[in-house]
Nanobody, 121 residues
Framework: QVQLVESGGGLVQAGGSLRLSCAAS????????MGWFRQAPGKEREFVASISWNGGSTYYADSVKGRFTISRDNAKNTVYLQMNSLKPEDTAVYYC??????????????WGKGTQVTVSS
């Protein structure tokens, strides 16, 4: 089990940027694939981005490709989501997730509590 704490959410105007961070509790962080998901009001949680344990492979939802960048710093047990050119439809609670033994987060058992991102038009 790994505990995850997100930070960096907030209110931003359309076209702006935010960087989300997710700090993990375990020293074995480097053995986990990490991902970001989001859930907008009235919608199901959806995949946003994922990164392999060593940062060598990244995956993105089509809706954020070219605007969002996922990265990780294993020395700091932290994964990041840089969000640029934000749109009102990016408004959601963003969740960090971790999954061990895979390259891409698909069915994570470890979740953070989420951080709110609101993009105004």
């Amino acid at each position: 089990q790994v505990q995850l704490v997100e930070s960096g959410g907030g209110l931003v105007q359309a076209g702006g940027s935010l960087r989300l961070s997710c700090a993990a509790s375990r020293r074995t962080f480097s053995s986990y694939a990490m991902g970001w998901f989001r859930q907008a009001p009235g919608k199901e949680r959806e995949f946003v981005a994922s990164i392999s344990w060593n940062g060598g492979s990244t995956y993105y939802a089509d809706s954020v490709k070219g605007r969002f960048t996922i990265s990780r710093d294993n020395a700091k047990n932290t994964v990041y989501l840089q969000m640029n050119s934000l749109k009102p439809e990016d408004t959601a609670v963003y969740y960090c997730a971790a999954e061990r033994g895979v390259f891409r987060v698909v069915a994570p058992k470890n979740w953070g509590k989420g951080t709110q991102v609101t993009v105004s038009s």
